[in-house]
C-alpha cells in the first residue's frame, strides 16, 4: 500500500510539476538588505520571492558574508544592493557565485542608488584611520521616503528586464505603492512638525536624509566618524554641546551598543530614543511603510514626554 502512494505521488508529481506552494515558479531575488526586500516584494507582488543577505537588526555596513549566502547567489536571477559603498562586502560575494548575470552591469543587476543624489559627498578620499564607512557619501538615502521612488524605479527596471512577461504588472503593483507610500508621507510630515529644529543626537550618522525630509537637527553623532567609536573626551564634547543647545533627546538604532548612549543620555537629562533603520530592526516594522511608522511613532512619543 505504502509503495503505491509513493509511486502515485511520483505519478502526480511529473505530470502536475513541482506541488502548489513551493514557489518554484517565482523569481528569485537576493538583496543585500531588509529594506530592498521588502521593496522588491512591492514591486515583484506574487511573482518573486525575495531574501535579503543581512538579517534584519545586523549592521549590514560592517556585515560579514556567510558562504550559504554564495549559495543564494546561485540560485537568483536578480540582485538588488544598496551602492554608494554601503554593501562592499557584496561584491566578493558577486565574484565568489560566478553568475555572470548577476554582476555589475549584468541584466540581474541592480544598484538601488542609481540617479539618487548622495548627500554629505566628500572631496577627499577615505584613507586608513579616516573611518571606513560612508566613503562615496552617506549611503543610508532609504531614510527618505521619497527615495522609494527612485529605488523602485530601479527595481522596476530590473524585473522587467528579466521577467518581461510580467512587465505591466510589476509597473501597476509600483504606481499603487506610490500611491499609499504618498498617502503615508503627508501623515509621517504632519506628525513631525512639532520636532521641526528639534536638536537631537544619535550614535552612527544613519539620518541626514531621513533630517532633510523631515526637517529635524541633528546636531552631533556619538561615533568620532562613521565607523569609528567614541572616546572619553569625544563624549565630554557631545555632552557640552548637548547642555549648550539643550538637546532633549539621543536616537539609538537597535544593534548599536547601549553604554555611551546611556551615559550622555544621563548626563544631560535627555530620553533615549531607539529607532529602527531597517525593515524588521523593531518590533512592528515588517515592511518598508512599516518601519516610518514606528519610528514617527516612536519621536512623537518621545517629543511628548520631555
Ligand atoms: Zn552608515
Keep these: 500500500m505504502r509503495k503505491f502512494v509513493v509511486a502515485l505521488c511520483l505519478a502526480f ?8 506552494g513551493w514557489a518554484q515558479d517565482r523569481i528569485r531575488v537576493v538583496t543585500t538588505t531588509t529594506d530592498l526586500r521588502s521593496l522588491t516584494e512591492a514591486v515583484g507582488g506574487e511573482f518573486v520571492e525575495a531574501v535579503s543577505l543581512v538579517p534584519a ?7 560579514q558574508p556567510k558562504p550559504q549566502d554564495v549559495l543564494r547567489l546561485k540560485e537568483a536571477r536578480l ?18 557565485a560566478r553568475q555572470r548575470d548577476l554582476r555589475r552591469g549584468g541584466e540581474g543587476y541592480v544598484d538601488a542608488s542609481f540617479a539618487i543624489a548622495p548627500l554629505e559627498v566628500r572631496g577627499v578620499a577615505v584613507g586608513p584611520g579616516d573611518g571606513h564607512a560612508h566613503g562615496s557619501g552617506n549611503p543610508h538615502y532609504w531614510l527618505d521616503p521619497k527615495n522609494a521612488e527612485f529605488i523602485t524605479a530601479n527595481i522596476l527596471e530590473g524585473l522587467a ?3 518581461p512577461l510580467h512587465a505591466k504588472a510589476y509597473e501597476s503593483n509600483r504606481s499603487a505603492f506610490l500611491a499609499r507610500l504618498s498617502a503615508k508621507l503627508t501623515e509621517w510630515e504632519a506628525k513631525l512638525t512639532q520636532l521641526r529644529t528639534t536638536p537631537v543626537v544619535a550614535y552612527h550618522n544613519s539620518w541626514p536624509y531621513f533630517a532633510r525630509r523631515f526637517r529635524l537637527d541633528f546636531i552631533d553623532f556619538l561615533e568620532i566618524k562613521p565607523g569609528v567609536p567614541s572616546t572619553p573626551s569625544h563624549l565630554a564634547g557631545i555632552i557640552e554641546k548637548m547642555q549648550a543647545r539643550n538637546v532633549r533627546l539621543v536616537v539609538r538604532e537597535p ?3 547601549e553604554r555611551d548612549v546611556a551615559f550622555v543620555a544621563a548626563k544631560t537629562g535627555a530620553s533615549v530614543v531607539v529607532l529602527a533603520t531597517s525593515v524588521g530592526a523593531l518590533p512592528g516594522t515588517g515592511d518598508y511603510l512599516a518601519l516610518f511608522d514606528t519610528d514617527v511613532a516612536a519621536l512623537v512619543n518621545a517629543a511628548g514626554s520631555r
Design 79 to 96: 540582485v538588488v544592493r544598496v551602492g554608494l559603498d554601503y554593501d562592499l562586502w557584496f561584491d566578493r560575494l558577486l565574484e565568489a
Design 255 to 257: 544593534h548599536e551598543p
Design 13 to 20: 508529481g511529473l505530470i502536475f510539476g513541482p506541488m502548489p
Design 161 to 163: 528586464r528579466i521577467d
Design 57 to 63: 537588526n545586523f549592521d549590514a555596513e560592517e556585515y
